[in-house]
T-cell receptor
Framework: KAGVTQTPRYLIKTRGQQVTLSCSPISGHRSVSWYQQTPGQGLQFLFEYFSETQRNKGNFPGRFSGRQFSNSRSEMNVSTLELGDSALYLC??????????????????FGPGTRLTVT | DQQVKQNSPSLSVQEGRISILNCDYTNSMFDYFLWYKKYPAEGPTFLISISSIKDKNEDGRFTVFLNKSAKHLSLHIVPSQPGDSAVYFCAARDYGGSQGNLIFGKGTKLSVKP
């Protein structure tokens, strides 16, 4: 089974621009989460999507947004880029079984990330 | 305030010996804990997890111990191998929170020397 894929792998943008990152989850996984990793802050949760709906959101400004499509693929967008947005952006997918299915799978599986550099 | 803390930024161990990575948490509502390994320029790789109803889970060379009263968990790697050199992240899930939100520690860089 193919893993989580993210495109592009590397991106260089200038301040004020906007950027869109893409994530394709593992086949059958319905939950997609996004994280930002910086050297000082570690991995910080951005938001989670399930069935095309944002289910949970971290403590990031409104410049960070996302969406999920019917095939579970997800995109995140950052508008009006700032130097501090330079980071590794990671997407993770998980199975998220229906309640009562008897399957417990809280593990998230990460993609390789998109390295965003803002100059 | 950090809810998941990995107080040792780095750890160096000799090949063949045991590596013990520690993690403390503050939120008693956490009900599931995970360990991830991360190499540079790659995404984190899931290693092992433990539910809060257990105190130990083992998978090959990796064992995770959970002490709920102390709000502490640890990852034991025995025997350590040079290929285990990576950054290890501890993560926790908040009971009642959505599945997609894991709270991560800042990581411990493990170096296993031949």
């Amino acid at each position: 089974k193919a893993g989580v894929t993210q495109t592009p792998r590397y991106l260089i943008k200038t301040r004020g621009q906007q950027v869109t990152l893409s994530c394709s989850p593992i086949s059958g996984h319905r939950s997609v989460s996004w994280y930002q990793q910086t050297p000082g802050q570690g991995l910080q949760f951005l938001f989670e999507y399930f069935s095309e709906t944002q289910r949970n959101k971290g403590n990031f400004p409104g410049r960070f947004s996302g969406r999920q499509f019917s095939n579970s693929r997800s995109e995140m967008n950052v508008s009006t880029l700032e130097l501090g947005d330079s980071a590794l952006y990671l997407c993770a997918s998980s199975l998220d079984p229906q309640l009562g299915s008897g399957v417990s799978s809280y593990e998230q599986y990460f993609g390789p990330g998109t390295r965003l550099t803002v100059t | 305030d950090q809810q998941v803390k990995q107080n040792s930024p780095s750890l160096s161990v000799q090949e063949g010996r045991i590596s013990i990575l520690n993690c403390d948490y503050t939120n008693s509502m956490f009900d599931y804990f995970l360990w991830y390994k991360k190499y540079p320029a790659e995404g984190p790789t899931f290693l092992i997890s433990i539910s809060s109803i257990k105190d130990k889970n083992e998978d090959g060379r990796f064992t995770v111990f959970l002490n709920k009263s102390a709000k502490h968990l640890s990852l034991h790697i025995v025997p350590s191998q040079p290929g285990d050199s990576a950054v290890y992240f501890c993560a926790a899930r908040d009971y009642g929170g959505s599945q997609g939100n894991l709270i991560f520690g800042k990581g411990t860089k493990l170096s296993v020397k031949p």
